[in-house]
């Protein structure tokens, strides 16, 4: 018999809060007037448009090399703080074509 490893909500693990605080940190430069360090959705529409390519590559790499270590905690922070920049992000797009 196999035991599966127990793992945490995404949101409240160690690795999401260290990809949380390094997203916040890049989001203060542009907009240091920043709230709440936990509200990654104003984190991720604080990075400026330049770095959300390398931000995305960045989140992808770690993905695989966690699920590649069998690191399953921060694969799936990654995942998640990935499909939720994805989400922002296309949102800010759609209004930004609405605007124009």
Same mark, same amino acid.
């Given at each position: 018999?196999?035991? *599966?490893?127990?793992? +945490? ?6 690795? *999401? +809060? ?5 997203? $916040?940190?890049?989001?203060?430069? +542009? ?11 104003? =984190? ?46 296309? $949102?800010?797009? =759609? ?6």
């Amino acid at each position: 018999m196999h035991a *599966f490893p127990q793992t +945490t909500r995404p949101e409240t693990s160690r690795a *999401f +809060t260290i990809i949380l605080e390094r997203l $916040y940190a890049m989001a203060l430069q +542009t907009d240091p007037s920043l709230g709440d360090p936990a509200d990654l959705d104003a =984190s991720l529409t604080a990075l400026p448009t330049e770095n959300r390519s390398q931000v995305m590559l960045v989140l992808e790499s770690v993905e695989s090399r966690a699920q590649t270590r069998a690191d399953v905690e921060l694969a799936e922070a990654a995942r998640m703080v990935r499909h939720a920049a994805r989400r922002v992000w296309a $949102y800010e797009d =759609s209004g930004s074509l609405r605007c124009a």
